[in-house]
């Protein structure tokens, strides 16, 4: 386990995952807490183009193979990012009481939870 930093909790500053996916396709995480200013961005890159989002301006940005340049779509305006997780439990809520049926099944969610437990055995080797 990491050191006692900076945000005063026992994590680790930095840790880099290697995941392989069933299909063959291969994913990497870079997580941290030392970069400053501090940068949170999702990246996907294919044979056919690319897809990146920034957390700070909210813009995803994709790039295909077959054009020269990036096409950008902003968030609308008022957006709050904090609806997305207020959306989340709202679907929950339905599950609960039975009016909708859940997006993801036990058996998504034995696979997420393998994964990351994946992760950390090889992290901690």
């Given at each position: 386990?990491?050191?006692?930093?900076?945000?005063?909790?026992?994590?680790e500053?930095?840790?880099?995952?290697?995941?392989?996916?069933?299909?063959?396709?291969?994913?990497?995480?870079?997580?941290?807490?030392i970069?400053?200013?501090?940068?949170?961005?999702f990246?996907i890159?294919?044979?056919?183009?690319?897809?990146?989002?920034?957390?700070?301006?909210?813009?995803?940005?994709?790039y295909?193979?077959?054009?020269?340049?990036?096409?950008?779509?902003?968030?609308?305006?008022?957006?709050?990012?904090n609806?997305?997780?207020m959306d989340?439990?709202?679907?929950?809520?339905?599950?609960?009481?039975?009016e909708?049926?859940?997006?993801?099944?036990?058996?998504?969610?034995?696979?997420?939870?393998e994964?990351?437990?994946?992760?950390?055995?090889?992290?901690?080797?």
């Amino acid at each position: 386990m990491g050191n006692m930093g900076e945000l005063g909790i026992q994590v680790e500053d930095i840790a880099e995952i290697v995941l392989r996916f069933p299909n063959g396709a291969l994913g990497s995480i870079h997580l941290d807490y030392i970069q400053r200013p501090a940068s949170h961005h999702f990246e996907i890159i294919g044979t056919k183009g690319t897809l990146r989002w920034d957390n700070v301006s909210g813009i995803l940005s994709i790039y295909r193979h077959n054009n020269s340049d990036w096409e950008h779509f902003i968030p609308p305006e008022g957006f709050e990012r904090n609806w997305m997780f207020m959306d989340e439990i709202r679907h929950f809520v339905s599950i609960i009481r039975s009016e909708v049926p859940p997006l993801y099944t036990l058996d998504d969610g034995i696979n997420a939870l393998e994964i990351a437990i994946h992760s950390l055995s090889f992290n901690s080797q």
